[in-house]
C-alpha cells in the first residue's frame, strides 16, 4: 500500500519560514520524481518544486525561486520542502506527489504523478 504523508503546516506570519515533510512507504523512493503542489481555496492546484530520483535535479516555480528549496532523503524515504520569506498568497494547502514517469522536464504537470499525499495546510497571516 502506498502512502505519502505531509506535516509540517501550520499558521505562520508573513516572513516566516517553515518546513515541510513528506514521508513516504510502499515506493522505491529512489526510483520516483517527488513534487509538492499547493491549492488555494477557489483557485486551481499549482506546482511548487520538484525533484526528480535520486535527486539529481530540481525544478521550481518562478513564484518561489530564490525561497524555497526542495530536497529528498533516500536514507528516510522522505521529501522535504523549505519555505523562506513566506507570503499571504502563499497560503494553501500543500501536497506531495510521487511520479514514476516525471522528468524534469514535465515535473510541473500534475498528471504525470501516480501518488499524491492529503495535504497539510499552510496558512500565512499578514
Known amino acids: 500500500q502506498v502512502q505519502l504523508v505531509e506535516s509540517g503546516g501550520g499558521l505562520v506570519q508573513a516572513g516566516d519560514s517553515l518546513r515541510l515533510s513528506c514521508a513516504t512507504s510502499g515506493i522505491t523512493f529512489s526510483l520516483y520524481t517527488m513534487a509538492w503542489f499547493r491549492q488555494a481555496p477557489g483557485k486551481e492546484r499549482e506546482f511548487v518544486a520538484g525533484?526528480?530520483?535520486?535527486?539529481?535535479?530540481?525544478y521550481y516555480a518562478d513564484s518561489v525561486k530564490g525561497r524555497v528549496t526542495i530536497s529528498r532523503d533516500v536514507s528516510k524515504n522522505t521529501v522535504y520542502l523549505q519555505m523562506n520569506s513566506l507570503k499571504p498568497e502563499e497560503t494553501a494547502v500543500y501536497s506531495c506527489?510521487?511520479?514514476?514517469?516525471?522528468?524534469?522536464?514535465?515535473?510541473?504537470?500534475?498528471?504525470?504523478?501516480?501518488?499524491w499525499g492529503q495535504g497539510t495546510q499552510v496558512t500565512v497571516s499578514s
Open positions: 506527489a510521487a511520479g514514476r514517469r516525471a522528468t524534469i522536464s514535465t515535473s510541473s504537470r500534475s498528471s504525470e504523478y501516480d501518488y
Open positions: 525533484v526528480t530520483r535520486f535527486g539529481y535535479s530540481t
